[in-house]
């Protein structure tokens, strides 16, 4: 039977991607937003500022402070990509979400699994960088390779994962290629691509390893599974893993997250803490308001703590870094982990 022998979960932000001195061009995009969500509201990013004015965030932005968080980000990114490759797995399945990269708003389904045997990666065409800001632009060259790419994955183990999943009252969308679009990409998102180049460099020293990427639509309403739904559909992904009659080691890993695009240290807490101890009640009781723009990317890490049951896999968290880019407290707090 197939075992599930490694978990992992990792913050995937253009922070990561790009130069301390550069993290203000991110600050640039936040000024143009008007609705960031902050505890159960929107605000402008000025209304940010007033709010927050007494938590004293221009420290935080100081070019020395984010310059040594931005080296404890590289040293994390590079241990849990060593960490994968030291796990010897048959197969990462890998929980993320897409932001209208692939799956575009013609058809957006709460929960897909890709299904094909070549996973497509993708370089970024000149026009989508063209649509981006500089900030984001600068930072793409750690979630696309150099030339295109076919990476492997298991259809027989996606096909055996939907028609468990199905039997336990998901009705999950499929797809086993990428199709070009209007306004899309041609490969996986940055929720794959930044697992597969930044931290694997293109699968080169895992050349045999195959991937199942699992698709959650946490971002985009109005069809977002709560956490609730989002933890059993965990659990059955995981059921489903251990039935497979083949001998394989399989890691799971959570792509995204912690809070952003304005950093809450306290919900953080509150919900790195229940990952920790497996405390489903606390992440379900959680408003739904708090698992909103880029923070909604935590139910990614809440899918892989489910998948793991278990396993006798224990959560070990090994750096939070809260990454401020502004006075309005927007950024993005990283997150670094493995089940072991």
């Known amino acids: 039977m197939a075992q599930i022998v490694f978990g992992v979960g990792t913050s995937h932000s253009p922070l990561l991607a790009i130069e301390p001195d550069k993290w203000s061009l991110r600050a640039e995009d936040d000024k143009k937003n008007p609705k960031h969500f902050f505890r159960g509201k929107t605000h402008t990013f000025d209304e940010l500022v007033k709010l927050r004015k007494d938590e004293n965030l221009k420290k935080q932005v100081a070019l020395?402070?984010?310059t040594e968080r931005h080296n404890r980000n590289q040293k994390h990114l590079d241990n849990l990509g060593q960490k994968i490759k030291d796990a010897k797995l048959d197969v990462l399945v890998i929980f993320g979400?897409?932001?209208?990269?692939?799956?575009l708003p013609d058809n957006s389904p709460a929960f897909m699994v890709f299904t094909g045997a070549d996973v497509p990666f993708m370089p970024t065409s000149d026009e989508r960088l063209a649509e981006m800001t500089p900030a984001i632009r600068l930072a793409d060259w750690a979630r696309h390779p150099e030339k295109p790419?076919?990476?492997?994955?298991?259809?027989?183990?996606?096909?055996?994962?939907?028609?468990?999943?199905?039997?336990?009252?998901?009705?999950?969308?499929?797809?086993?290629?990428?199709?070009?679009k209007p306004g899309g990409e041609d490969g996986m998102g940055h929720a794959y691509g930044f697992y597969y180049h930044r931290l694997l460099d293109d699968l080169k020293d895992v050349p045999n390893m195959k991937t199942l990427p699992i698709f959650i639509n946490c971002f985009f309403p109005p069809n977002q599974p709560t956490a609730k739904r989002v933890?059993?559909?965990?659990?059955?992904?995981?059921?489903?893993?251990?039935?497979?009659?083949k001998n394989l080691r399989v890691g799971i890993a959570a792509s995204g997250g912690f809070s952003h695009f304005v950093i809450d240290e306290e919900l953080?807490?509150?919900?790195?803490?229940?990952?920790?101890t497996r405390d489903t009640q606390t992440l379900i009781t959680e408003p739904e308001s708090s698992y909103q723009s880029g923070t909604s990317e935590i139910k990614n890490w809440i899918a892989t703590m489910a998948a793991l049951e278990g396993t006798g896999l224990e959560?070990?968290?090994?750096?939070?870094?809260?990454c401020y880019r502004s006075e309005a407290g927007t950024g993005n707090a990283m997150a670094f982990a493995v089940w072991k």
Do not use: N
């Open 315 to 322: 959560f070990d968290l090994l750096d939070y870094i809260p």
């Open 149 to 180: 790419m076919m990476r492997k994955g298991d259809p027989d183990l996606a096909r055996h994962v939907v028609s468990s999943v199905v039997k336990d009252g998901f009705d999950v969308a499929t797809s086993d290629r990428v199709l070009p």
């Open 97 to 103: 979400d897409d932001q209208h990269e692939i799956i």
């Open 231 to 245: 933890i059993e559909f965990g659990r059955a992904v995981g059921r489903a893993i251990k039935s497979w009659d």
């Open 64 to 66: 020395d402070v984010i």
């Open 268 to 276: 953080d807490a509150r919900l790195m803490e229940a990952i920790k």
